[in-house]
């Protein structure tokens, strides 16, 4: 089994010192709307599924 994080080393990085890249850590979505938007997504995506209706913001 390989598992992959997301600690990537920076100092490899061609990205690093480029003037049109920002380099953010990805957390930026989190707050207590995006919580409790991203459960109602699910819920909903479950209910959609037995319902025979379309799943929205499926991955594939």
Avoid: C, W
């Amino acid at each position: 089994m390989i598992i992959q994080t997301e600690n990537p080393d920076l100092a490899k990085s061609p990205f690093l010192h480029r003037p049109n890249v920002l380099l953010t850590p990805h957390a930026a979505f989190y707050s207590e709307e995006s919580h409790h938007e991203l459960a109602a997504r699910s819920v909903q995506n479950v209910l959609d599924f037995f319902a025979g209706r379309p799943i929205k913001n499926l991955a594939e």
